[in-house]
């Protein structure tokens, strides 16, 4: 599994693709690459793409996920990109555990939905190097 980021400095965007097979421990290790990356870069907002996945994380991952401290910083939006009924199932979940933190987690099908919550036109995402 891998988890390719990259970023739109133009939109201050982070996105996070995730390829292969997800399972729990890929999904913690994503997670913690996301936290390295806001360790050394400003806060911005973020996509996260599940298109390219076969997901096998259990509803306990996500529970614990959500359960814990967020990734993105607090009044920055984020979206999760979930194209399969399985994965935007396990998303929603996920988005109403989390809900304490607020309003900054949506859920949706496409990345033109994605683009277009966040106000995107044109994006310009570069890749950004191993953190």
């Known amino acids: 599994m891998?988890?390719?980021?990259?970023?739109d400095a133009k939109n201050a965007v982070l996105r996070a693709t995730l390829e292969g097979v997800l399972t729990d421990k890929s999904l913690l290790e994503c997670y913690a690459t996301v936290v390295k990356y806001f360790a050394s870069h400003p806060p911005c907002r973020g996509i996260l793409v599940f298109s390219?996945?076969?997901?096998?994380v259990s509803s306990d991952a996500v529970r614990r996920l959500a359960s814990g401290a967020?990734?993105?910083p607090a009044g920055f939006m984020r979206v999760f990109v979930t194209p399969t009924d399985v994965v935007y199932g396990m998303a929603r979940m996920f988005q109403i555990l989390a809900e304490k933190r607020g309003p900054d987690l949506h859920v949706v099908r496409t990345l033109e939905e994605a683009?277009?919550?966040?106000?995107l036109e044109s994006p310009e995402f570069?890749?950004?190097p191993p953190v």
């Open 52 to 56: 390219h996945t076969k997901f096998e």
């Open 70 to 72: 967020s990734a993105f």
């Open 115 to 119: 683009y277009k919550l966040l106000q």
């Open 2 to 7: 891998g988890c390719i980021l990259d970023f």
């Open 126 to 128: 570069g890749p950004v």
